[in-house]
């Protein structure tokens, strides 16, 4: 909102504060955060008022004149203006060297087409008047000349701007802000502003209120004989100035009011009123309403109407109706100052998306207390500047919401609640600073708030008022006790979670954070549905929400293979663990307890690997990430979270069919098992997606189920438990076998372990060759084994028999063949 | 024979100080010192000197082998350490080679951010509790005093998945079910993404913010002033200072908007790029526990109070890291993700 502050000055001696920056602090202090303090006249110090003398063309240019001004020194300035405008004799606005005018554009003395010019004739859009216009400005020839060009247009005015809270509806107005002043002050705000003086007797008009409590009362006045035509430039200054628009006279006037009260009002053309009536009723479903802004409402049957005799002629609260509004031939006026219930305010306002002046404040409350005496500051602007005489009116009152509840506030409520010490007198004298009505009980005081306060409901209010009028840096600082040992059960799945996320950046993977929501596209992409549609999303990109997060992380690899350029060397080895959303097909999402929305979260943990293995090397030890980079990042992963029974399946020896399969590579992929329940996948990205993606490298990705992995894992409080080694030597013995080349070398080493018992401790492959001198069609594997016996040293003769075992049990289990 | 002795000596210590390698001197030390050798040859004519001669030239010729044996390997040395110096010299690489690196990984910002708010308030006996992103209206909005028709609802745009089924616009909704699911004391820090409709440089449709609340007997608002800066100078550093400003929450009362002093210039540099020169960083919404919360909850209103706080932990990161532009955040851009391997 913003506040004049010349405006708030006639209606509250500021001069003991002193200056705008000051009342800003002061208000900013006390919860009215003043945003901007804005200076009409800034940029125009070095602007004035001047005549010009001689207009003579420019002697290398037609477009340009050459003219001598008088800017009331005595001594002329020689000004190249640009604009045809103008001729001699003119009182223009010239800006002198040294100006710096609101546009930013600064003023030298500068020689243009070789003429020197001694300043700038200004257009209204230099002085910061207008965004647009033609032209330089001429003012009227009575305008005195070498006066500052802000005194002569009236722009002294500071504007402040002031950011209110949602319960700050009270300082709506400049004169609730003229309140707060006035609190600081600790004086009493006095409003001394003229009010029409004569009687109302009852008026023609029928005033008939039939929505109970929504509409609690209704004040509307008759006036005859009024002109409509423009506003005085001193109104319309004051509009424009807190950005409002001048219209007429008497809707300028009911503007007038509600920027100086907070009191909406409306002014109907008499006239144009069916059946000498008003009055408000709930709206008929699908009642149409033509606005005063041009557009139409259908009502839901939900809003409250201004009706006349036949039909509606407002949205209650929310804006006048186009057809009964004032016009250029209006005469006969019916003014209207009446109170709405906020919540229907609000919810008509959402619902047609109105946001007009009048319901920001009637969503947060008016004072009820006041109407009549807004109606007849009202009638005093409307007659002082649009004439006409009242002829009658009618205040009726459904319900008196005026009359407030009183609040008890025990004496030392303060003190122990903000933590310091506030006196019972301190209390009471702010309260009734801020126009409380303050009565000592024995113990508490019972503290009645006044009518326009509807933020003042419990006794915590009255505190947070007492809080900043003392001002919020009186409070100390204390550390807060324990009254109990502190817990830590919950924290144990945040422990969890980031030992997950430590297993991925360990093995040089980073950690990305992507959106909920995707598009339907790049799900399809994947033959993936997301169940959970946003019903308002910010836009297609953003609908749905994820059932993987496989999708945002091929969005990673696009976004950062376009950012680079399509460059080979982009690396992405990223992970994310976040949770993935479900609900049941085809039914609809619908709340089904006060913490039940019967969506599910699932979380999930899923990687991608893209690019170059390592990071800068030396491009002879450059390679790509493999399948075995992501088969150890998947086995380091678990590996490091203690979790026990982990298997991997190939994708083509697996029946299992989940959403992931259809975009893995088949052979070159697999199914991740916990015991016998099936947790995720990983491998390589179809190499059909990865060709419609124009992916320049293979891409790796993995994703399985966290909850099910939490529960196969150590707890986040169970350390890992420390396995002792033995000192005896082993004996080491290599094989290599030829063998078909679809024999897998899991089922070698599971043979060899059977047939080297007990004395076998461990094999593994540690070379795979194919080629060369083995046959098409086979494949050399070598295997390590290493033998030993924890308690004493082996002899070869007794590994000797294990070793033949070995050879003999792979030989007739595979086919194979020594090498 | 004593002088013929030294001219032998004499003429060896020459032949070692000219020597030109390590051959040269084992030449020097058989021609002279050797079996057959012309100290060795020498020494054979001293069986025919006298008993009173014998000793003198015995002594003098151990003197000079000495001396030969000593000038030889101080040579021999000289000639291992130059041969030494060289080899190093050959094996001598290109240090300015690249490093050959494992890659670093890196916690994304945000994570890390929270971590050390976490860290910060688990000091103070805070424990943590995080809950659904998908929530029911009731939890986000009508359990924390901001019914249907509230105008507060204006301050958060809602993403809506159905009715009374949204994404949660503020971790408060973990704070409703705490106090739904323990009694007093309650010390939570609540952490976890929240949605509003809204995308530019500083709002994200998706952002992340964590709520702490405490709520016990005789809980006072100088306890929440004190938990704050006590947070405060344990993120920024040790010299700054927090002001609290009213403000209005509709869960709270009273309300405060609090700001951290400028912990790069400490308001003293109008160009600062951390606090844009007001010397004040808009941090943090805090106030006590609006008595409406607790009642809803079931808890005794009367007797216990509480007080509660909540930041953008974007925001702070983007403070810690000076990020310009939230939406890197979200981008998974590579150059960004691996930037963060180091705190």
């Known amino acids: 909102m913003k506040i004049s502050y010349s405006w708030l000055h006639e209606l509250i001696d500021l001069s003991a504060i002193g200056s705008p920056e000051k009342v800003a602090a002061v208000l900013t202090a006390r919860g009215l955060e003043v945003e901007e303090i804005q200076s009409q006249g800034k940029g125009l110090e070095k602007v004035v008022t001047a005549k010009i003398v001689k207009k003579d063309p420019h002697p290398q240019s037609d477009r340009l004149s050459y003219c001598e001004v008088d800017v009331g020194t005595g001594k002329n300035l020689f000004i190249v203006c640009g604009a045809t405008n103008h001729k001699q004799g003119d009182i223009v606005a010239a800006s002198l060297v040294g100006a710096e005018l609101p546009n930013g554009l600064k003023i030298g003395r500068s020689k243009i087409r070789g003429v020197e010019s001694e300043g700038m004739l200004c257009s209204e859009s230099e002085l910061g008047m207008a965004k647009e216009s033609e032209g330089i400005l001429i003012l009227p020839p009575s305008t005195p000349i070498g006066k500052p060009i802000a005194e002569i247009l009236g722009l002294s005015d500071t504007i402040l701007t002031l950011k209110l809270y949602a319960n700050q509806g009270h300082f709506l107005s400049h004169i609730g802000v003229a309140r707060e002043i006035a609190a600081h002050l600790g004086k009493k705000f006095e409003d001394a502003r003229k009010l029409y003086q004569g009687d109302v007797k009852p008026g023609k008009f029928k005033v008939d209120l039939q929505a109970g409590a929504d509409a609690p009362q209704f004040h509307a006045v008759e006036i005859e004989g009024v002109k409509i035509g423009p506003s005085s430039p001193e109104v319309v200054k004051r509009l424009e100035a807190i950005g409002a628009r001048s219209i007429n006279n008497v809707v300028d006037a009911t503007n007038l009011v509600l920027f100086e009260t907070g009191q909406p009002v409306h002014a109907y053309d008499a006239d144009r009123l069916d059946g000498s009536m008003i009055g408000v009723r709930i709206a008929k479903s699908g009642e149409k309403l033509p606005l005063l802004d041009g557009t139409e409402v259908e009502c839901t049957g939900d809003e409250l109407v201004i009706v006349d005799g036949k039909k509606a002629v407002g949205l209650a609260g929310v804006m006048g109706g186009g057809n009964s509004e004032v016009s250029d031939s209006t005469t006969r006026l019916l003014l209207e100052v009446a109170e709405f219930s906020s919540a229907k305010v609000r919810k008509t306002k959402v619902r047609h998306q109105k946001h007009s002046e009048a319901a920001a404040r009637f969503e947060k409350g008016i004072d009820p207390a006041n109407n009549e005496r807004v109606m007849r500051r009202l009638i005093e602007l409307v007659t002082s500047s649009a004439g006409g005489k009242v002829t009658g009116g009618s205040h009726v009152k459904a319900v008196d919401t005026a009359k407030r509840t009183a609040i008890t506030l025990p004496f030392d409520y303060c003190t122990n609640y903000l933590g310091f010490d506030v006196s019972k007198d301190k209390v009471a004298s702010i309260l009734r600073g801020l126009e409380c009505d303050v009565v000592e009980t024995s113990g508490a005081f019972s503290i009645t708030p006044p009518s326009y306060r509807h933020d003042l409901n419990i006794k915590q209010d009255l505190t947070e008022e007492v809080a900043r009028t003392i001002g919020y840096d009186a409070i100390p600082s204390t550390v807060p006790v324990l009254s109990s040992a502190p817990q830590a059960r919950s924290s144990a799945d945040f422990i969890f979670l980031n030992r997950a996320k430590e297993a991925f950046v360990r093995q040089g993977l980073s950690e990305t954070i992507n959106y909920s929501f995707r598009s339907k596209s790049e799900l399809e992409l994947l033959g993936m549905k997301s169940t959970a549609k946003l019903l308002n999303p910010l836009s297609e990109a953003y609908e749905f929400l994820v059932p993987s997060l496989i999708p945002g992380l091929l969005e990673n690899l696009r976004e950062s293979t ?141 994703e399985w ?62 070379d795979r060759y194919q080629g060369g001198q083995v046959a098409a069609g086979k494949v050399s594997l070598a295997f390590r084994t290493l033998f030993r016996d924890d308690t004493r040293a082996l002899t070869d003769a007794e590994v000797e028999p294990l070793s033949a075992a070995i050879i003999a049990a792979v030989t007739k289990e595979f086919g194979a063949e020594l090498r | 024979m004593i002088d013929q002795i030294q001219r032998l000596g004499e003429k060896a210590l020459a032949a070692v100080e000219s020597a030109t390698g390590v051959s040269v001197l084992e030449e020097i030390r058989i021609s002279i010192l050797g079996k057959k050798g012309e100290l060795s040859e020498c020494l054979r004519g001293l069986a025919q000197l006298s008993a009173l001669e014998r000793p003198k030239v015995g002594a003098a010729a151990n003197e000079w082998k000495t001396k ?91 993403f809506f998945l159905g009715t009374g089924v949204l994404l949660r616009t503020q971790t408060t909704s973990i704070q409703t079910r705490a106090l739904r699911s323990q009694s007093y004391p309650v010390r939570i820090i609540c952490p976890g993404a929240v949605y509003r409709n809204d995308h530019d440089a500083t709002h994200s449709p998706m952002f992340h913010q964590v709520e702490g609340l405490f709520v016990d007997r005789g809980v006072k608002m100088s306890d929440l002033k004190g938990t704050l800066e006590f947070f405060a100078r344990e993120i920024f550093g040790e010299k700054v200072g927090i002001r609290l400003r009213p403000s209005y929450f ?27 020169g007001t010397g004040w960083l808009e941090i943090l919404g805090a106030g006590m526990v609006h008595p409406r919360l607790l009642e809803l909850a079931g808890y005794p209103a009367d007797e216990v109070s509480g007080f509660a706080f909540g930041m953008g932990i974007d925001r702070i990161a983007m403070i810690l890291h000076e990020i310009s532009d939230l939406r890197l955040m979200f981008s998974g851009e590579s150059r960004f993700v691996s930037q963060f391997s180091s705190p």
């Not at chain 1, 004395?759 to 492959?765: E, M, P, T, Y």
């Not at chain 2, 509709?250 to 606090?275: H, I, L, Q, T, Y």
């Open chain 1, 705 to 766: 189920d966290f909850e099910a992995l939490k529960k196969m894992s150590r707890g986040s409080y169970a350390a890992k438990t420390f396995e002792p080694w033995a000192d005896t030597p082993p004996i080491e013995r290599d094989f290599a076998f030829l063998l078909d080349g679809s024999v897998k070398a899991d089922a070698v080493i599971a043979a060899i372990q059977k047939a080297g018992k007990p004395l076998l401790k461990s094999a593994r492959v540690f």
């Open chain 1, 562 to 702: 376009r950012k680079h350029f399509g460059s080979d060397a982009l690396a992405l080895p990223i992970f994310e663990i976040r949770p993935t959303f479900h609900h049941p097909e085809n039914a609809p999402i619908e709340v089904k307890s006060n913490s039940d929305t019967g969506v599910t979260e699932q979380w999930k943990v899923a990687f991608l690997l893209s690019g170059p293995e390592s990071s800068v090397r030396l491009s002879s030890e450059d390679r790509l990430y493999d399948f075995y980079d992501a088969k150890g990042v998947v086995t380091g992963f678990f590996e490091q979270l203690g979790t026990k029974g982990l298997r991997m399946l190939g994708l083509d020896q697996s029946r299992s069919k989940s959403a992931l399969h259809a975009n893995l590579h088949p052979g070159q992929s697999a199914i991740l098992l916990l015991g016998n329940q099936e947790i995720g996948a990983f491998g390589r990205l179809h190499p059909k997606i990865e060709k419609a993606e124009k992916f320049k490298s293979p891409v790796w990705i993995g």
């Open chain 2, 68 to 158: 030969i044996e000593t000038a030889l390997s101080a040579k021999k040395a000289l000639f291992d350490e130059q041969a030494l110096a060289e080899t190093l010299k050959r094996e001598t690489i290109d240090l300015t080679l690249p490093a050959r690196r494992h890659r670093l990984g890196a916690l994304h910002p945000i994570t890390q951010t929270t971590r050390r708010i976490v860290e910060i308030f688990s000091k103070l006996g805070f424990d943590l509790m995080t809950g659904p992103e998908v929530e029911t209206d009731y939890m986000c909005f009508e359990a924390v005093n901001i019914p249907a028709d509230h105008p507060a609802r204006d301050m958060q745009d809602t």
């Open chain 2, 250 to 276: 509709p869960f709270v009362e009273p309300g405060a908007e609090v700001d951290v002093s400028c912990f790069r210039c400490a308001g003293k540099d109008a160009s600062c790029r951390v606090c844009k």
